[in-house]
């Protein structure tokens, strides 16, 4: 079950039109990090703040099949069984943004207590990266119960009426089905994170293939690497700006000269202190 043949990608232009810039809070150590290693690390969907992260749509998908069909049938209990077995052989990697600038609650969050950084980056860059690499750019949605789905909304009635019925509409297989439903979720988050308004770069690695790394910073965590040098990319083009956060005490000449040493001179003159009243 390769989702290549089938992804939705999201929608970049809208994206673009949307949020010219999207912004990535982050430590002053991690930005070192990305700039000498010319890597940005995807986190793990199962390591995230949010324990509910993709998790939560499927299991909401299974108290609307047990609201709506009360009666345990070897049919539904056919799709609980794939509905769990997904959830535990999908394994999805992910980069998050946001559409918001100097933003007071991410700083505190992301950005180890206002003392560190926000990445100003090309939406344009990232969705060009995503539509050439097969990774999912898309706004995240705050409620896993998303009725406008169109995708969602008829995928539950395949099942509904699966379980009804016997069949699926043009015998689309259980497991598709069930596949799409785990896709749409990774974009689907707890509506106690609306203020973040997180948009998503996502990388999807079937049955957990070897493709990951582990990070060994305080806990061992599993990552997905992302190197811009095997892209033709660099962040001179990627980064508009660095915003220095509001309680930090880092100069802006030693961060400029730190990053010209790393080969990067129109980057090193996009540096900014940030305009928060944080402190």
């Not at 730190?258 to 202190?273: A, D, F, P, R, V």
Request: glycine share 4%; proline share 3%; hydrophobic share 35%.
């Amino acid at each position: 079950m390769r989702p290549n043949l089938f992804m939705p990608l999201g929608d970049p232009d809208k994206i673009e039109s949307s949020y010219p810039y999207l912004y990535h809070y982050t430590s002053i150590n991690a930005l070192c990090s990305i700039l000498d290693t010319n890597q940005f690390w995807f986190g793990y969907t199962k390591n995230m703040n949010d324990s509910t992260d993709v998790v939560g749509f499927l299991h909401e998908i299974t108290y609307h099949l047990n609201r709506d069909f009360p009666i345990e049938t070897p049919r539904k209990t056919e799709i609980l069984k794939l509905l769990a077995e997904t959830e535990k052989k999908a394994h999805v990697y992910i980069m998050s943004f946001s559409g918001l600038e100097d933003d007071a609650a991410q700083w505190e969050r992301y950005a180890e207590k206002a003392t560190g950084v926000c990445l100003k980056l090309n939406t344009h860059v990232i969705a060009k990266i995503c539509e050439e690499n097969n990774y999912w750019l898309k706004k995240v949605i705050y409620s896993y119960d998303d009725t406008s789905n169109y995708d969602y909304v008829c995928n539950y009635k395949q099942l509904a009426n699966y379980i009804e019925n016997g069949f699926t509409y043009n015998n689309k297989s259980l497991s598709l089905i069930v596949f799409e439903l785990w896709l749409t979720g990774v974009y689907h988050k707890h509506p106690s994170f609306q203020s973040e308004c997180e948009i998503r770069v996502a990388k999807y690695i079937h049955n957990n293939e070897d493709e990951f790394v582990f990070s060994k910073s305080n806990t061992v965590k599993r990552m997905f690497v992302f190197d811009i040098t095997k892209h033709g990319i660099t962040f001179d083009k990627l980064i508009d700006e660095i915003i220095i956060g509001p309680r930090s005490k880092q100069a802006i000449d030693e961060l400029k000269l730190y990053i010209e040493s790393k080969g990067y001179t129109e980057l090193s003159n996009k540096i900014k202190y940030s305009n928060s009243p944080l402190r």
